[in-house]
């Protein structure tokens, strides 16, 4: 059974940092990975998927990698600002369903 | 890109009775229909997959005779929550897969249920 794991459970930085966030999952046979946002109360934003056969993908601030042999995947957020407070989930396909780790619970602080 | 909407997206009701959420694929044709809860400060967890004009397959430990889905046509799919009681308040979401295979699912906005 996939098991999904995030590290930090949450995470206070100041304005301006740059942060990773990190990933992991035990059953390497994935179709993809892909990184939400979530605001309280409210649903995901699909932020970045990754495709297994690639190895990173990026959208602005944000990079996230896949290293699929080792089951990890990190997003990087660079120049953090307070509107990247949200919680941050990631999550696994392997091919009929989603499996979503814990998330990480973001605070940037101006 | 693909849209997904939920309706309604928040609903409040009492003790015993029954709710309908509904999840619609706007602007395509969703093959296959999810729908996830999510209880405070958790992540989402894996109801059931809906396929269009087939049975839903739920997930171990969820009750399909109390989460009744319905996948009737290639853009609705509906979650009906019978005999409510206030442990099944959560927030639903549901996502619907574009196509065949293993395609992004996209994601709708979630329907805050609270049972009184």
């Known amino acids: 059974k996939q098991e999904v794991t995030q590290i930090p459970a949450a995470l206070s930085v100041p304005e301006g940092e740059n942060l990773v966030l990190n990933c992991s999952f035990t059953d390497s046979a994935i179709y993809n990975l892909q990184w939400f946002r979530q605001d309280p109360g409210k649903g995901l934003t699909s932020l970045l998927l990754?495709?297994?056969?690639?190895r990173e993908q990026t959208s602005g601030r944000l990079n996230a990698s896949l290293d699929k042999s080792s089951g990890r995947s990190t997003l990087y957020i660079a120049a953090s600002q307070p509107g990247d407070s949200a919680t941050y989930l990631c999550a696994v396909d392997a091919g009929n369903m989603l499996t979503f780790g814990g998330g990480t619970r973001l605070m940037v602080k101006p | 890109g693909a849209v997904v909407s939920q309706h309604p997206s928040w609903v409040i009701c009492k003790s015993g009775t029954s709710v309908k959420i509904e999840c619609r694929s706007l602007d395509f044709q969703a093959t296959t229909m999810f729908w996830y809860r999510q209880f405070p400060k958790q992540s989402l967890m894996l109801m059931a997959t809906s396929n269009e004009g087939s049975k839903a397959t739920y997930e171990q430990g969820v009750e399909k005779d109390k989460f009744l889905i319905n996948h009737a046509s290639l853009t609705l799919s509906t979650l009906t929550v019978t005999s409510a009681h206030p442990e099944d308040s959560s927030f639903y979401i549901c996502?619907?897969?574009?196509?065949?295979?293993?395609?992004?699912?996209?994601f709708g906005p979630g329907t805050r249920l609270t049972v009184l």
């Open positions: 996502s619907a897969r574009v196509g065949e295979g293993y395609n992004e699912q996209f």
């Open positions: 990754i495709q297994s056969s690639q």
